[in-house]
C-alpha cells in the first residue's frame, strides 16, 4: 500500500480470515520498532549483521509495495558506546550529549543499510509535545506522508538531545503506537528481547506460557507485566501493554515478536511465536486517533457499569454515571475511563477541571446550572471528544 495518509479516514486494515491468527502479509502499512538491546551491544557497539538482515526484511516488504516506517532506538546507546562511558545510569546532560553524538550516526547507520537495497531514508525526529499538540501532531503526520507517496522509509526517533526527565516518553514501545496512529498504519511490530506476552515473567515462573493473541486489554492482562530486563531497555512488558492500548484503540494492530534472531520480519511472516493485540474493527476518525493516542493523560474518570454500557452504545459521558474521579487535569485535557473493574473503557477530553467535575460527580445534568452556577455542558465528555476501547 502506498500513497498518502488520508487525512481523516482509518488505515482499513486487513484482519485475518476467522480460524487464523493474522499475518504479516495481510498489512500494507506496517511500522516496525527497534529497541536499543537489539540495535547495540554494549562492548562492540552497533549489531552489523543483525542490522543487515532486519534491513533486507524491510527491502523485501519494500519491494512488495508495502509502507514500512522504522522506529528506532539507539542513540543514546551509540553515542556512550562511541564515548565509552560507563555502565549504569547517566545524568540527564550526558544523556543529551551522547545522545548528540549517538544521532548522527544512528542516522548514518540506516541511511546506509537502507541504500543498500535502493531505499532512501528519511529522519523525523520527535517529542513528547510534537505528539501530544494537535497542530504538532498533524505537521509530523503531514511528513510522514510525504515520505511515503516519495516511497522513502522514516525513521522516527525520541529527540532525545532535547528531551527532559519531565517531558520525555521514557520508552520508544509507545513512541511507536503513537507513529502507527499518527500514519494510519494497520500493523505495528515490536521487536523484543522476548517473542511475546506470557501468563507470567518467564524469568521469574518456568511455568509461564505464551499467550499467541490478545483480543482486548483486561486487567488480568496489564497484570501479567513484568519490569525491564534490560539496562539499554527503558521499557519492559508493562510498557508494551500500554503501547498495544494506544495501538488498538487507535485501529492498529500489534505484535510483540523476538528480535534476537536474524531476520525477524520474516520469521514473523512465517509463523513464529508472537503475541498478536487485535485493533477494534470499526473506523477511527483522525482526530479520535489523536484522542486515543495521548500518551499522558491527566487524570481517570471511574465509571459505573450503567455509563459502560452507554458509552459502547456510542454515547456521551454524562455525570451521574462517574463514581469517583483522580488526579488534577483542567478543561481539555486527556483522561483515562475506568469501568467498575478498573478495565480501561476509553480515553477522552474533559469538558471540565477536576474540581468541578468532582462537584458534578453522580449528579443529573439537569443540575449542573445549580450546582456549578452556570449553564454548562451536559457531558463531561462529549462522544466525539471520546474513543471507547474495543472489548
Request: charged share 25%; hydrophobic share 45%; no cysteine.
Amino acid at each position: 500500500m502506498s500513497g498518502s495518509v488520508p487525512s481523516d479516514t482509518a488505515p482499513g486494515a486487513a484482519t485475518a480470515p476467522p480460524g487464523r491468527l493474522p499475518a504479516l502479509r495481510d498489512f500494507g502499512r506496517i511500522v516496525v520498532k527497534v529497541g536499543s538491546a537489539l540495535l547495540v551491544d554494549q562492548e562492540t557497539g552497533l549489531k552489523e549483521t543483525w542490522l543487515a538482515s532486519l534491513v533486507e526484511d524491510i527491502a523485501g516488504l519494500h519491494q512488495e509495495g508495502r509502507d514500512v516506517l522504522v522506529v528506532s532506538s539507539g542513540a543514546i546507546a551509540l553515542g556512550r558506546s562511541m564515548l565509552r562511558l560507563p555502565r549504569g545510569p547517566l545524568a540527564l546532560e550526558d544523556s543529551q550529549a551522547a545522545a548528540a553524538i549517538g544521532q548522527i550516526a544512528l542516522a548514518r547507520i540506516w541511511a546506509e543499510a537502507l541504500g543498500r537495497h535502493g531505499i532512501t531514508a528519511g529522519q523525523i525526529l520527535v517529542t513528547l509535545g510534537d505528539t501530544e499538540e494537535r497542530r504538532r501532531y498533524l505537521n509530523a503526520r503531514s511528513t510522514m506522508a510525504r515520505l511515503l507517496d516519495w516511497r522513502a522509509v522514516p525513521v522516527i526517533n525520541e529527540n532525545d538531545t532535547v528531551a527532559t526527565n519531565e517531558i520525555r516518553y521514557g520508552d520508544n514501545d509507545r513512541l511507536a503506537a503513537r507513529v502507527a496512529t499518527m500514519a494510519s498504519a494497520d500493523l505495528l511490530v515490536l521487536l523484543s528481547d522476548i517473542d511475546g506476552l506470557y501468563t507470567a515473567p518467564p524469568g521469574q515462573n518456568p511455568d509461564a506460557t505464551l499467550i499467541p493473541v490478545v483480543e482486548g486489554i483486561t486487567p488480568e492482562i496489564e497484570g501479567m507485566a513484568g519490569e525491564s530486563a534490560s539496562e539499554l531497555s527503558k521499557g519492559g512488558m508493562r510498557t508494551k501493554i500500554e503501547a498495544a492500548k494506544i495501538a488498538t484503540t487507535g485501529g492498529t494492530h500489534m505484535v510483540i515478536a523476538s528480535g534476537r534472531v536474524d531476520h525477524p520480519l520474516r520469521a514473523v511472516a512465517d509463523g513464529a511465536r508472537a503475541t498478536w493485540f487485535l485493533a477494534a474493527g470499526n473506523p477511527v476518525t483522525s482526530r479520535k486517533k489523536w484522542i486515543a493516542g495521548s500518551l499522558e493523560p491527566k487524570g481517570t474518570l471511574h465509571i459505573d457499569a450503567g455509563a459502560v454500557a452507554a458509552l459502547r452504545r456510542g454515547k456521551s459521558l454524562l455525570p451521574a454515571g462517574i463514581v469517583r474521579i483522580d488526579g488534577e487535569f483542567s478543561r481539555g485535557d486527556a483522561v483515562l475511563v475506568r469501568g467498575p473493574d478498573g478495565h480501561e473503557i476509553g480515553r477522552g477530553l474533559v469538558a471540565y477541571d477536576a474540581a468541578d467535575a468532582e462537584r458534578l460527580r453522580g449528579h443529573s445534568s439537569a443540575d449542573i446550572p445549580k450546582i456549578l452556577g452556570t449553564h454548562g455542558r451536559t457531558a463531561v465528555i462529549h462522544r466525539d471528544d471520546l474513543v471507547v476501547a474495543w472489548g
